[in-house]
């Protein structure tokens, strides 16, 4: 049973242009969950989506972020216009269907660098 | 304001030593804590999960504690070994996101 899978592990993007952050969760979760971890800080809750769905964004910055989870295919996390402070890790986590609380399992992140 | 904070920031012991991390949070309403280990550049690794409902949850030779109340965990590591060295995070589940700590960057000297 793969984990969660993200790609590309790496990213180097220049000033304006466009970051697209894709995310596999784990075999039966329906459930995906983005976060950022910024140089020197802690990670940071973005967005959680289901299939179709955006549930909770409150930690989406307002402007050139958005995410989207289809109901065919991977999560993605898409930034538009870069700038260099959206250099940082993106980490996707996944967890089960909803009816208990259960772990959230993370990928191993894409880092991005914006140049 | 949910806030989780781990003490301490740092910790450098030799193998061997059992040690201990903690985690506060502000907000005990939480649905559960998770234990974290992030290697340097890499993904998180879950190491604990503790309900809400529990008190404690024990894996091989590490047992984190709940006291939620007071709003207190604490990751109890026995025996340490040099691959123990890592960042560990506690982090804290309200509603549909966790609250992270900064971490405790663990060093364990052979």
């Known amino acids: 049973n793969a984990g969660v899978m993200q790609n590309p592990r790496h990213l180097v993007r220049r000033r304006g242009q466009e970051a697209r952050l894709r995310c596999s969760p784990m075999?039966?979760?329906?459930?995906v969950y983005w976060y950022r971890q910024l140089p020197e800080e802690g990670l940071k809750f973005m967005v959680y989506?289901?299939?179709?769905?955006?549930?909770?964004e409150s930690g989406m910055p307002k402007e050139r972020f958005s995410a989207e989870f289809p109901k065919e295919g991977p999560s993605i996390l898409r930034i538009q216009q870069v700038v260099r402070g959206d250099s940082a890790a993106y980490f996707c986590?996944?967890?089960?269907?909803?009816?208990?609380?259960?772990?959230?399992?993370f990928g191993p992140g894409t880092r991005l660098t914006v140049l | 304001k949910q806030e989780v904070t781990q003490i301490p920031a740092a910790l450098s012991v030799p193998e061997g030593e059992n040690l201990v991390l903690n985690c506060s949070f502000t907000?005990?309403?939480?649905?559960?804590l998770q234990w974290f280990r992030q290697d340097p550049g890499k993904g998180l690794t879950s190491l604990l999960l503790?309900?809400?409902?529990?008190r404690e949850q024990t894996s091989g030779r590490l047992n984190a504690s709940l006291d939620k109340s007071s709003g207190r965990s604490t990751l109890y590591i026995a025996a340490s070994q040099p691959g123990d060295s890592a960042t560990y995070l506690c982090?804290?589940?309200?509603?549909?996101?966790?609250?992270f700590g900064a971490g405790t960057i663990l060093r364990v000297k052979s």
């Open positions: 907000d005990s309403a939480i649905y559960n």
């Open positions: 503790i309900q809400s409902s529990q």
């Open positions: 075999k039966g979760h329906s459930h």
């Open positions: 986590a996944s967890s089960p269907p909803s009816g208990s609380r259960n772990e959230q399992f």
């Open positions: 989506l289901q299939k179709e769905n955006i549930i909770d």
């Open positions: 982090a804290v589940e309200y509603g549909n996101k966790l609250v």
